[in-house]
């Protein structure tokens, strides 16, 4: 089902079953030399005012809230979640079951693994310098293993690495990288406890 005012370039492949509401464009182009295709597996649900650019890569059973953006060269798997007001810039990848929620920002070059979790207000940073000369050459987004949970209104420096099934507690600052496991919270963000000592856990 395509919404009304929907804009849909030529170069957009849609899956079975793919329902875009009003007012979203899907498969913006960067300009005439680009021409790179848009593909949206099936079962998608894309709400109104949303902006998709082209050479995006979208797995099967994809929603995203309203006013969402994702730039160009990102690859987001199956399964994947992003809520309303959040920004995906170019080149980043998204694997499985991986949940973002509202007005998040996730920058180039970030990776985000299998399962993991982000929360509303998130704020994901990729320049390490950046008012020198050098900052577009040297940009690097963090990286969040399988199954780790980001918390509400988390800040992470460039080229972090948060580890599997790590914490990280509402408002941390996270300046250096989480160890598998672990608890983080605070501002700089400082280990707790392991996320075996927490009192309910999901299964891994």
Sequence with gaps: MIGEFVRLYSRVRLGDDVR??????????????????TEIGAHGLIRSHAVI????????????????????NTVI??????????????SVRIEDDVRIHSNCF???????????????????????????????????????EEG?????????????????????GAGAVVTHNVEDGAVVAGNPARRLKSIAELPYQEPP
Aim: hydrophobic letters at 40%; glycine letters at 12%.
């Design 106 to 144: 996730i920058p180039e070059h970030t990776v985000l693994k299998r399962g993991c979790w982000v929360g509303p207000n998130a704020v994901f940073t990729n320049a390490k310098y950046p008012r020198s000369s050098a900052a577009k050459r040297t940009l690097v987004g963090p990286t969040i």
């Design 77 to 90: 798997g199956a399964n994947v979640s992003i809520g309303s007001n959040s920004v995906i810039e170019h």
């Design 53 to 72: 650019y082209e050479g995006v890569s979208i797995g099967e059973r994809f929603s995203c809230g309203h006013h969402v953006l994702i730039r160009e």
């Design 148 to 168: 780790a949970i980001v918390g509400a209104n988390v800040t992470i420096l460039p080229g972090i690495r948060v580890g599997k099934r790590a914490l990280l």
């Design 20 to 37: 875009i509401e009003d007012f979203s464009i899907i498969g913006r182009p960067l300009g005439p030399a680009e021409a790179k295709t």
